[in-house]
């Protein structure tokens, strides 16, 4: 079974910086769709972004200028950098990953609490 598991959350203050990780426990694919979505309280699990082959990106608007996504695949692994943090930023991040190496069904981590204190 796929387990994917995310690291680096935590307490962040406006105007910082974080990066999250999120390792695969299997080989992944270079053309596999790996990506970022959180969830704040109340709210519905939205897209943050997206990597897929060739390293093409997908942003959400509310994050574009200020994260960067990112894989290593030789690490199984998936990164989302975002900067110039804002409290509209509390969530709860999770990522997932679609592909070859899931049998094309999408797994999900278990996801991780980031909050930006004013």
């Known amino acids: 079974q796929v387990q994917l598991v995310e690291s680096g959350g935590g307490l962040v203050q406006a105007g910082g910086s974080l990066r999250l990780s999120c390792a695969a426990s299997?080989?992944?694919?270079?053309?596999?769709?790996m990506g970022w979505y959180r969830q704040a309280p109340g709210k519905q699990r939205e897209l943050v972004a997206t990597?897929?082959?060739?390293?093409?990106?997908n942003y959400a608007d509310s994050v574009k200028g200020r994260a960067t996504i990112s894989r290593d695949n030789a690490k199984n692994t998936v990164y989302l950098e975002m900067n110039s943090l804002k409290p509209e930023d509390t969530a709860v991040y999770y990522c997932?990953?679609?592909?070859?190496?899931?049998?094309?069904?999408?797994?999900w981590g278990q996801g991780i609490q980031v909050t930006v204190s004013l």
């Open positions: 990597i897929g082959s060739s390293g093409l990106t």
């Open positions: 299997i080989t992944i694919f270079s053309n596999d769709l």
């Open positions: 997932n990953l679609r592909g070859r190496s899931t049998g094309w069904t999408t797994t």
